[in-house]
Nanobody, 112 residues
C-alpha cells in the first residue's frame, strides 16, 4: 500500500495550490479519503475528508470556503484544491486512506 502526495511548494499569501494523492490501493473507491496537516510544534489536524463515492465532504472550520476536496476513483487519486492561502496554512500535508494508511507528506509554505 502506497500513498504518494504531490503539488506542495512555496506560494504567496492569496495564492493557490492543488495537492494530489495517488493511491496504490485496489480498494480505493471504497475508502474514505482525508487530508491532514501538521505545522511545526503542533499536532496533526484534519483538514478535509471525502466519502468513498465523493458525495459528501467535510472541512476544518479554518479552511471552509477556501479549500475543496475531490476525487477521481478511476485514477485512484484524491485532490485538495487550496485557494486564498494564508501563512497559517503552512504545514506538511498528509493524505490518509480509510483512517489506516498514510502518505509521507508534502510541504506547503505560504509566505511573501
Amino acid at each position: 500500500v502506497q500513498l504518494v502526495e504531490s503539488g506542495g511548494g512555496l506560494v504567496e499569501p492569496g495564492g493557490s495550490l492543488r495537492l494530489s494523492c495517488v493511491a496504490s490501493l485496489f480498494t480505493f473507491s471504497r475508502l474514505r479519503m482525508s487530508w491532514y496537516r501538521q505545522a511545526p510544534g503542533k499536532e496533526r489536524e484534519l483538514v478535509a475528508a471525502i466519502t468513498s463515492g465523493g458525495d459528501s465532504t467535510n472541512f476544518a472550520d479554518s479552511v471552509k470556503g477556501r479549500f475543496r476536496i475531490f476525487r477521481d476513483n478511476a485514477k485512484n487519486t484524491v485532490y485538495l484544491q487550496m485557494n486564498n492561502l494564508k501563512p497559517e496554512d503552512t504545514a506538511v500535508y498528509y493524505c490518509n486512506a480509510g483512517s489506516s494508511y498514510w502518505g509521507k507528506g508534502t510541504q506547503v509554505t505560504v509566505s511573501s
